[in-house]
T-cell receptor
Framework: EAGVAQSPRYKIIEKRQSVAFWCNPI?????LYWYQQILGQGPKLLIQ????????DSQLPKDRFSAERLKGVDSTLKIQPAKLEDSAVYLC?????????????FGPGTRLTVL | QKEVEQNSGPLSVPEGAIASLNCTYS??????FFWYRQYSGKSPELIMF????GDKEDGRFTAQLNKASQYVSLLIRDSQPSDSATYLC????????FGTGTSLTVIP
């Protein structure tokens, strides 16, 4: 079974530029999560999708971050414009149903550096 | 107060010893509790989860949950150098929260 795929793996941009990350979850998984992990910290949930609907985006900085999951499969997370403090690893995870006992499976992450 | 707090470490134990990792959470409505392991530069991977008070054992790992004290722990018996990693506690309630992690080093 293929795991969660993410691209790109690394991205370096200058502040005020835009960037987009892509995630393809495990086949059949209804729930998709985007996390931000700053060095030395735990992952912070940015947005959770159930199929193509948003379940939780309370910690997503909506003035600059946006995410979509068209057709309920793969997803894109965008930052526009980027700030220095956005430098982090962006992790995508998926789980079968989003229930409280669901196991989340993580992709390899995208390491973003904002200069 | 953070939603999930962990002993920050770093924690060092000799090979073969028991490593004890602790986590407290603030939301009394939290339903399930997860322990993830994260090697440096890698993504988190699930070790085990627990949702009922008491102990749950899986191989060398034991998770302990005390909802009255809002406390969950992970014990690693017979620690191995390959267990050296950051251990993340995660809690599901109204939202899903990770702690900041505890760095564990097992010394050969």
């Amino acid at each position: 079974e293929a795991g969660v795929a993410q691209s790109p793996r690394y991205k370096i941009i200058e502040k005020r530029q835009s960037v987009a990350f892509w995630c393809n979850p495990i086949s059949g998984h209804a729930t998709l999560y985007w996390y931000q992990q700053i060095l030395g910290q735990g992952p912070k949930l940015l947005i959770q999708f159930q199929n193509n609907g948003v379940v939780d985006d309370s910690q997503l900085p909506k003035d600059r971050f946006s995410a979509e999951r068209l057709k309920g499969v793969d997803s894109t997370l965008k930052i526009q414009p980027a700030k220095l403090e956005d430098s982090a690893v962006y992790l995508c995870a998926s789980s079968p149903s989003g229930g409280f006992l669901d196991t989340q499976y993580f992709g390899p992450g995208t390491r973003l550096t904002v200069l | 107060q953070k939603e999930v707090e962990q002993n920050s470490g770093p924690l060092s134990v000799p090979e073969g010893a028991i490593a004890s990792l602790n986590c407290t959470y603030s939301d009394r409505g939290s339903q399930s509790f997860f322990w993830y392991r994260q090697y440096s530069g890698k993504s988190p991977e699930l070790i085990m989860f627990i949702y009922s008070n008491g102990d749950k054992e899986d191989g060398r790992f034991t998770a302990q949950l005390n909802k009255a004290s809002q406390y969950v722990s992970l014990l690693i018996r017979d620690s191995q150098p390959s267990d050296s990693a950051t251990y993340l506690c995660a809690v599901t309630g109204n939202q899903f929260y990770f702690g900041t992690g505890t760095s564990l080093t097992v010394i050969p």
